[in-house]
């Protein structure tokens, strides 16, 4: 059982039921447990094109005289193998990864260690490695049971974070005396947020006037403002982090902060084919710089080594899940119905930010 998306129109979307086929040699067969549904994957279909999200688990063959170009958006779960021809994994091992809305997913399996187990099927490989990896939760040491719902809602958002936090610390944060970041009430921004704040430095959240008696609430912040006082902020050295994808939002802080803007960074999910401009000229200030978070991790890699980044994202993730139980609260959704209805949901941003959702393709919570 599949969900599929119109890529053409996001609020239509689709149930189905693909044919099984079976395993290839190194294929191996995966029962997808749960996962977490979010803002973030209807990021990865705002820019799905841009950044080839759609390309990581292939949609149905088209149907003759229907031009409907679907596919199948990606989320972050826990799935557990149910058949195999590999060598390299068992039946009953309990994976983390990028898995498709989906009952099942089939992968065909390549390099693998003792942490993790790439998938290597062919349309996957002009794909940035960091998302063709699963990790074996036995040997993960981000990993346990009790914390398992608010890894899958938030770990990948968490890596962002730190992505986010590291890449400025590796840059000295330009130079900066503050860091503003907007959508402030996204999980990625608080966890940029409390990544900076435990390094000292001043970090000032952007959020919308329905979302600032809430993130105020939060605590991580040392000062929130709403979208329409971007023309306030102080004229010191800043970094821009925007989480929210909004050009104008983009555009109204360039136009105050000019050159006390140190830099600006893009994370957010509007398509960046066409550059904001303020009144149709050049933004003032540095360009935009949209962070691609593999080229940082791989990066890391190349500076500390792999267990050594492993080690510094698992205790950074260990001080933000227990303080996040604090403002958050967690959901379930089950069956493919529930599913489709809440990227709807979010979609047209009509969820809660103090709840965080997790999904069954079935209407029983499997374990």
């Excluded at 190194?26 to 996962?35: H, K």
Aim: aromatic share 10%; proline share 5%; charged share 20%.
């Amino acid at each position: 059982m599949d969900v599929e998306i119109n890529r053409g129109n996001f609020r239509e979307l689709r149930i189905i039921e693909p044919a099984v086929s079976p395993l290839a040699e190194d294929q191996a067969r995966l029962r997808v447990e749960r996962f977490g549904l979010s803002s973030n994957n209807v990021s990865y279909a705002v820019v799905g094109d841009m950044l080839s999200y759609w390309d990581f688990f292939p949609a149905s063959d088209p149907v003759a005289g229907d031009d409907t170009v679907w596919g199948r958006v990606p989320v972050w779960g826990f799935a557990r193998v149910t058949e195999t021809r590999s060598a390299d994994v068992a039946v009953g091992e309990l994976l983390f990864g990028y898995l498709p809305m989906s009952d099942e997913v089939v992968v065909t399996v390549g390099s693998a260690n003792p942490f993790t187990v790439s998938d290597v099927s062919a349309h996957r490989a002009h794909l940035a490695n960091a998302y063709n990896s699963l990790r074996r939760c036995e040997q993960d040491p981000s990993y346990s049971e009790a914390t398992a719902d608010l890894q899958m809602l938030l770990y990948p958002l968490f890596f962002t974070s730190f992505v986010i936090d590291d890449f400025l610390e590796d840059n000295a944060d330009f130079g900066a005396e503050r860091v503003v970041i907007s959508s402030a009430s996204a999980k990625t921004a608080l966890g940029a947020a409390f990544l900076a704040k435990a390094r000292g430095i001043t970090v000032v959240g952007m959020t919308s006037a329905a979302n600032r008696a809430f993130t105020e609430a939060i605590g991580i912040y040392d000062e929130v403002v709403t979208y329409d006082q971007a023309g306030d902020l102080p004229l010191v050295p800043t970094v821009f982090v925007d989480v929210a994808g909004n050009q104008g939002t983009v555009a109204a802080v360039h136009a105050r902060l000019t050159d006390f803007l140190v830099h600006s960074m893009i994370v957010g999910d509007t398509h960046w084919d066409e550059a904001p401009s303020l009144d149709g000229a050049p933004l003032p200030g540095p360009r935009p710089v949209f962070l691609f978070a593999p080229s940082q991790i791989a990066k890391r890699t190349e500076d500390w080594g792999s267990v050594e980044l492993n080690r510094k994202v698992a205790d950074a993730w260990s001080r933000f899940i227990a303080w996040v139980p604090s403002w958050l609260s967690l959901e379930h959704r089950g069956g493919a119905e529930a599913v489709r209805s809440l990227f709807l949901d979010l979609l047209e941003n009509r969820i809660d930010p103090a709840i965080g959702y997790t999904c069954t393709m079935t209407e029983e919570v499997t374990s």
